[in-house]
């Protein structure tokens, strides 16, 4: 079971960066696109996620790579970091529902 949710893992972090660029893209191209500062948080979460996803799934699948100082602290750093961002996405998506990331120009 183990295996099967590193390579799970494995797999989501290699394909989410891809997905999540496929759909920022039909985003910004839209009459109404989001402000300059949502696509930054968008695309800092696209960056760090999927290292969270892929040195969890590394993790799971190895026990010398569990057991390395280094992987643990870029595993932590990264998930808190992809939950940091998730949270800010969601708080500022209720303030600025409605608004025009161009300046109604």
Same mark, same amino acid.
């Given at each position: 079971?183990?295996? @099967?949710? =590193?390579?799970?893992?494995? #797999?989501? =972090?290699?394909?989410? *960066? $891809? &997905? ?7 985003? @910004?191209?839209?009459? @109404?696109? *989001? ?5 930054? $948080? +968008? ?5 760090? +996620? *999927?290292?969270?996803? /892929? ?10 790579? &569990?057991?390395? *100082? &280094? @992987?643990? /602290?870029? $595993? ?7 939950? &940091?961002?998730?949270? #800010? ?17």
């Amino acid at each position: 079971m183990r295996v @099967l949710a =590193g390579i799970l893992l494995l #797999i989501a =972090g290699v394909i989410f *960066p $891809m &997905a999540m660029l496929f759909r920022l893209n039909s985003v @910004l191209s839209r009459n @109404l696109a *989001p402000q300059p500062s949502r696509v930054g $948080m +968008l695309l800092a979460l696209n960056g760090v +996620l *999927p290292v969270a996803l /892929v040195t969890t799934g590394l993790a799971l699948l190895s026990a010398s790579m &569990a057991a390395s *100082p &280094a @992987l643990r /602290v870029v $595993m932590i750093a990264t998930w808190l970091t992809s939950v &940091a961002l998730v949270m #800010i996405l969601v708080i500022g998506s209720g303030a600025s529902r409605g608004e025009r990331g161009d300046d109604d120009r």
